[in-house]
């Protein structure tokens, strides 16, 4: 969203928040319009730059028309990433087309490459379009109702299972192989690959814990990590709730790992694998694991 298009949300959304206040009974008539003012500062000091929040214009290129707007911030805490709605409108004249549920569509991709884990949303409790809106959307997951509406928040799920390896390895196998940032690269490991596996010795194999190393796969990390440091990665989440794993070789043998944890285990491979985070992006975006959220998107 532009400055333009910046200012004219604001000079709609404005009074229609402090009017939706007015009628949820948690405003008084003649103190609406400047309180709603002050929270539409308190949120966005920087306009539509500002850190953590993002604002589009929705545009129908085949109408050549503007349809609506969206906003939505990211809420972090350290067991899940939120994206937030705080405003989602598709005008008088576009209502009624699907536009809406598209919006809703395309918020989850860009919230899930953001880094989001569920998408929340607030809805007055006489707000009935809204309320259908979301009923229609199926937005709703769990719900908290309260006296002014409904807190609604809905929870995305993250599946990964995968070698990391540095871009020099040489991979003389037919596994598929996606480029990632920071020089980094994933071979994915759906069921149906780790069973498409060359048969191995059985042998030691040192990570027991590690849910789906198998005898083929521990052969296979062995060979390529004679040259460059691999990593073994598994994560399962719903909800900002879950699991991840990571072990690391180099050599063909085992030097860290494997650790388990809610949060932590991937980024510390990762880091040994040469990546680094930067202010607003930990190794795990910085490499672009963040890309898909189901394990088979990988393979498209």
């Known amino acids: 969203m532009d400055v333009g298009a910046f200012t004219r949300f604001l000079a709609h959304a404005v009074p229609e928040y402090a009017a939706e206040k007015v009628r949820s009974g948690q405003w008084r008539p003649e103190e609406a319009h400047a309180r709603s003012e002050r929270e539409f500062q308190d949120l966005l000091p920087q306009g539509p730059d500002t850190p953590d929040n993002v604002l589009y214009t929705l545009h129908d290129p085949h109408e050549d028309a503007d349809v609506g707007v969206l906003w939505y911030a990211l809420q972090r805490t350290a067991l899940a990433t939120t994206a937030f709605i705080y405003e989602v409108e598709v005008f008088e004249p576009y209502r ?26 607030h809805v007055f409790g006489h707000n009935t379009a809204a309320r259908a809106l979301v009923r229609e959307t199926r ?24 070698l990391l390896l540095p871009a020099g390895v040489a991979l003389s196998t037919d596994l598929p192989v996606v480029t990632l940032n920071q020089g980094i690269r994933l071979i994915p490991l759906p069921d149906d690959v780790l069973d498409a596996l060359p048969a191995a010795p059985t042998g030691d194999i040192e990570t027991k814990t590690l849910t789906h190393l198998t005898a083929p796969l521990a052969a296979l990390i062995t060979h390529l990590s004679q040259t460059e440091r691999v990593a073994y990665v598994e994560a399962e989440y719903f909800g900002g709730a879950g699991t991840q794993a990571a072990a690391v ?49 990988w393979l498209d």
């Open 96 to 121: 009624r087309r699907g536009y809406a549920t598209q919006a809703f569509t395309l918020l989850e991709a860009d919230a899930a490459a953001r880094g989001a884990t569920r998408i929340g949303l």
């Open 139 to 162: 937005i709703p997951r769990h719900q908290h109702q309260h006296a002014q509406g409904t807190e609604v928040a809905r929870l995305m799920g993250y599946h990964l299972r995968g």
């Open 249 to 297: 070789w180099d050599g063909g043998r085992l030097i860290w790992g494997p650790e388990h944890g809610q949060l932590g285990p991937i980024n510390h491979a990762l880091r040994l694998l040469g990546v680094r985070r930067v202010p607003g992006q930990d190794e795990f975006e910085r490499a672009g694991l963040n890309r898909h959220r189901r394990l088979e998107d």
